[in-house]
């Protein structure tokens, strides 16, 4: 066997050595092109976004205020109320989806509180396994049917059940081997926008609002908070007050952005900006973005590679336009990355295949670079204490910070630059979708009694007696109404 001399492996050698070189000068360039095109266009939305109509920064992830929110809903009803432009509800609808018997009674209660309480004028869609009305794999059909009729009487017309086929995760034994099913919502394209929640929560208040977000969203959804230290919470107001030379008072944003809703101009680049700390692996968007381009950027980035970033969206309420391309490729494309990985769910695929914070930024800004005007942003950040509170965060002190300023990098200041306090009663007062998460707790209908969960104050442990008889009293409020709620559903 002939072997191989030793100038062919110094050949070869100097052949990987001057691709390599090529290869990480090539790197270099881009990065400083990058570099620099971030500069020019972070200076110039700064400096001209008041003027700008229809061109929108591809360099941020923006988060939209309650207050925003409600702005645009009620300059919505005011164009019906003086202008007689109709709203077409019908193109709007709520989305539950039940795959357990156990969670149905939850969708009568969200559908019934919408309708007769809230007076929504949306659709009410319940999509529905086949199996649990199949005497054949359910052994409740009777009790089940008489609630879907509850469910129906409710209105008829608004009420819309459909039943539906599960998306299972074969050899995935644990309760969640059929949340896949939650992707068939991005399907429902009668609709021009959905609101999707799980029904495992208790709502407070109509969400009629959200149908209103600016028509170019696609998607909007509160971020998971509670991953999230008041360390991180430091850190970005670090950012946005030090280095991106931003105020932090969330009311200079809101005071502007109610002015421009008034005179029908675009609020988008005007909304506070996710802080990047919170989702970026560096402070460098160019780094982040070329890393977000190779295959081979574990190989050069060991810096961003060992820092994961803790926001992802959260999945249990979503604002979606649905759309058969994104469906499309859900079924086609991504379902079956995930399919036959373990711990691996549909929040899973909305955070790394469809709406990865960091991949965001990446697609737009190349997006941006190739064809500024048709650029449209697609996301969104909800605030999290009005759409996505966990009943856990009422008896978590480390959340409480977190939860009284909800758009993360930013706080409810005064004219002098001191915090408005902000309690505890009042950040749960506004919460309007509330989800039992309380592990290790089970959800509550799995008790014969609230008298089995319900929150009690150890006096002994107790670290600040007054604040957690406070939190008790709140977390058993929201659990008690829950309970009394679900008399609806006795038959």
């Known amino acids: 066997m002939r072997l191989i001399s030793k100038r062919r492996i110094r050949f070869i050698v100097f052949i990987l050595f001057g691709v390599l070189t090529v290869f990480v000068v090539s790197r270099l360039v881009v990065h400083f092109q990058y570099n620099q095109e971030i500069k020019f ?199 946005m007050r030090h280095r991106e030379k931003q105020p932090i008072n969330l009311q200079s944003y809101t005071k502007v952005l109610t002015k421009r809703i008034g005179k029908g101009q675009m609020i988008y680049n005007h909304l506070p900006s996710l802080p990047h700390s919170l989702y970026l692996n560096s402070n460098n968007i160019a780094q982040d973005i070329i890393s ?92 999290f204490a009005r759409y996505g509170l966990l009943t856990g965060s009422l008896r978590n002190p480390r959340h409480y910070s977190i939860i009284y300023n909800d758009v993360l990098g930013y706080k409810t200041l005064d004219n002098d630059g001191n915090d408005i306090p902000v309690g505890l009663n009042d950040s749960v007062a506004y919460s309007k979708y509330i989800h039992f998460s309380d592990y290790p707790l089970a959800k509550p209908w799995n008790y014969p009694s609230m008298k089995e969960f319900e929150c009690i104050v150890k006096e002994e442990d107790a670290e600040d007696s007054k604040l957690e008889h406070q939190a008790c009293d709140l977390w058993n409020s929201v659990y008690a109404s829950y309970i009394q709620s679900r008399e609806i559903c006795l038959v």
């Not at 609630?147 to 644990?174: G, H, M």
Request: aromatic share 12%.
């Open 41 to 239: 266009y972070k200076k110039y939305f700064q400096q001209r976004k008041d003027g700008l109509h229809e061109i929108y920064n591809p360099l941020e992830i923006k988060q939209i205020p309650k207050e925003t929110i409600d702005d645009l809903y009620t300059a919505r009803l005011d164009k019906e109320l003086k202008n007689g432009e109709v709203i077409e509800w019908s193109k709007f609808a709520y989305v539950n989806y039940v795959t357990n018997a156990d969670y149905l009674c939850n969708t009568l209660i969200i559908f019934n509180d919408l309708k007769q309480e809230f007076e929504t004028k949306a659709k009410l869609v319940l999509l529905i396994s086949k199996d649990l009305l199949d005497p054949n794999t359910s052994s409740n059909v009777a009790y089940i049917s008489s609630l879907l009729n509850k469910i129906q009487a409710i209105d008829e017309d608004q009420v819309v059940i459909k039943l539906i086929d599960n998306i299972v995760k074969p050899k995935d034994t644990t309760p969640w081997n059929e949340s896949l099913t939650k992707l068939l919502v991005f399907n429902q394209t009668e609709f021009d926008r959905v609101i999707y929640l799980d029904n495992d929560a208790i709502l407070r208040s109509s969400l009629d609002e959200l149908f209103f977000l600016p028509n170019y969203i696609k998607f909007a959804a509160p971020l998971t908070y509670w991953f999230l230290s008041n360390s991180d919470l430091e850190k970005s107001y670090h950012e």
């Open 292 to 383: 977000s381009t190779s295959s081979l950027s574990p190989l050069f980035d060991f810096q961003s590679s060992k820092k994961v970033g803790k926001l992802k969206f959260a999945s249990n309420l979503m604002v979606i336009n649905p759309s058969k391309e994104a469906f499309d490729e859900i079924v086609n494309v991504m379902l079956p990355k995930i399919l036959n990985k373990k711990e691996k769910y549909d929040m899973d695929l909305i955070n790394e295949e469809m709406y990865n914070l960091k991949k965001i930024i990446y697609k737009q800004f190349i997006f941006f670079r190739k064809v500024r005007k048709l650029f449209k942003p697609e996301v969104l950040v909800l605030p």
